[in-house]
């Protein structure tokens, strides 16, 4: 897993994130979301702002964790508006890989109070023009309810 700063970050998932945006192309789109997703969690890790110390105190450690997150905060604030569109995405692989995204965010960041009032109105516009399309609201599922609202 090779550590990489956020800047560096944003040059290698700039691509999907523009295809994620711009293509009618489904296959497209979930290959996007999936490279976006490998990019992020698997193949690397955001580098820290701050180095540890050698000394690993309770402070330092708890440091170096805060350090590691505002890479996180930072990627995540720049592309959070296009991964909540793909949550109400026609194909639901495009779907559950940007939850999937969203819930490795919410993992590894610390500061969500900037993009709650996005990922709220994207969830709730998912959710209501779901149960628009499925006039019967009585069958809807409540674990899929809980699914969409809790992130998995």
Known sequence: MEVIEASDMFA???KYIGIIDGSDDVN???NALTQLYTTLFIDHKMSE????SITYSLTHS???LLALQVGYNQVFREICKSVFKKIADSVEKCREMALRIVREFFIRG???VPILGSLLT???THL????????HLLTY???HLQGILYLQ
């Open 12 to 14: 290698k998932i700039s």
């Open 28 to 30: 497209a789109r979930r």
């Open 49 to 52: 702002v701050c180095k540890p």
């Open 62 to 64: 708890l440091t170096y």
């Open 110 to 112: 610390s500061d969500f």
């Open 122 to 124: 994207h969830l709730l």
């Open 128 to 135: 209501l023009t779901h149960l628009l399309i499925h006039s």
């Open 141 to 143: 599922s409540f674990a």
